[in-house]
């Protein structure tokens, strides 16, 4: 039987406390779990002691681009949106961007009209942290294609959506209806030659979303470097 605790206001169950620690953990270590069924239990676990519902509203969050241009998530209504937490200089982040699967992703789901929001979360003087120009040279260099970089350096939208991985990967329906959270694939590696054998969760997702079917995967644990949150 669960016995229920109250962290930060939130009634979680002991055993979505316990399995969130194990992920927060790993998190440090990554890859995490590659056992299908664990990866199942423990996903389950999140998406019960997480605020961050399926099917529920997605957090109003306001944030600055590399241009510094002001975007809202209510802004977006009626396209769907994707948020991509990134960091440059993670080599799970540098798999999907030098085999240009996200690039290719990018253009994928913006050529369909989604807005798609890389976040870079890392504080002053941690790994992955970026000036807005520096943010505009690494979109040029890598021939990347988000609607927009936010420089997120206080970590507020990353611990609103409880971003805990680069990359870390949501779906948000036209309607501002979170419908998928977690990794960006089913091969929680750093091996770019594991991208063409993958099963990519965010572009099922996007593509369920857009053509209004259900999406069969809405949680998945996330994989990567932890994000590098100021103290």
């Known amino acids: 039987m669960n016995n229920f605790i109250k962290v930060n206001g939130q009634k979680i169950t002991t055993t979505g406390l316990v399995a969130l620690a194990l992920i927060i953990t790993g998190c440090q270590n990554p890859p995490l779990t590659k056992d299908s069924k664990t990866t199942s239990q423990v996903s389950t676990a999140i998406a019960a002691s997480s605020p961050l519902q399926i099917d529920g509203k997605a957090p109003e969050f306001t944030g600055v681009d590399s241009n510094n241009t002001t975007h809202k998530l209510s802004d977006f209504k009626g396209k769907v949106v994707v948020l991509e937490w990134t960091n440059h200089q993670c080599p799970f982040v540098r798999k999907h961007y030098s085999s240009g699967n996200m690039q290719k992703l990018q253009k994928e789901a913006t050529s369909k009209g989604v807005v798609w929001l890389s976040i870079i979360s890392s504080a002053p003087g941690q790994q992955g942290h ?35 991985t680069t990359p870390h990967m949501y779906v948000i329906d036209t309607d501002g209806v979170l419908k998928y ?3 960006i694939d089913n091969k929680p590696s750093a091996n770019p030659a594991d991208v063409e054998t993958a099963t990519n969760y965010v572009r099922a997702a996007v593509d369920s979303v857009i053509t209004n079917k259900p999406v069969e995967t809405t ?13």
């Open 219 to 231: 949680v998945t644990q996330p994989y990567g470097c932890s994000v590098k949150y100021n103290s």
């Open 130 to 164: 970026v000036t807005p120009q520096k943010a505009n040279e690494l979109i040029k260099s890598s021939s990347a294609s988000p609607t927009a970089v936010i420089i997120d350096s206080e970590g507020t939208i990353g611990r609103l959506y409880q971003a805990r």
């Open 181 to 183: 959270m977690g990794a």
